[in-house]
């Protein structure tokens, strides 16, 4: 299994990105995927999740600014970061677990087996 992460970039407050997590090597049809952040410093955090069947979770932090969407057909799974604050400012990690729905622990990096390489989001002000 193999997840690829790319879409970051350096942009102004109020900026928008679009990450996407492109994933292969399964053929899973049940499972949970999400975004976690991780700032200097500090602990890997969650961001957004999304089950196969299409349900998304947020953290408090993000909801209304990001929206993460999947591409079933090409196991890629979005995440539309808008209105971008200098806290957003991390490395942001997509991560898989397969054959299980999200979840209420889902916040939580321990249950992923899979992850992806990261990709460099910065907001300056």
């Known amino acids: 299994v193999q997840l690829v992460a790319a879409g970051g970039g350096s942009v102004q407050t109020g900026g928008s990105l679009r990450l996407s997590c492109a994933g292969s090597?399964?053929?899973?049809?049940?499972?949970?995927m999400a975004w976690f952040r991780q700032a200097p410093g500090k602990t890997r955090e969650r961001v957004a999740r999304?089950?196969?069947?299409?349900?998304?979770s947020y953290a408090d932090s993000v909801k209304g600014r990001f929206t993460i969407s999947e591409d079933n057909v090409n196991h890629t799974v979005y995440l539309q970061v808008n209105s971008l604050k200098p806290e957003d400012t991390a490395m942001y990690y997509c991560?898989?677990?397969?054959?299980?729905?999200?979840?209420?622990?889902?916040?939580?990096?321990?249950?992923?087996?899979?992850w992806g390489q990261g990709t460099q989001v910065t907001v300056s002000s």
């Open positions: 991560a898989a677990d397969l054959d299980v729905v999200c979840g209420p622990t889902w916040s939580s990096t321990w249950r992923f087996n899979y």
């Open positions: 090597g399964y053929t899973a049809r049940t499972y949970c």
């Open positions: 999304i089950d196969s069947d299409g349900t998304t």
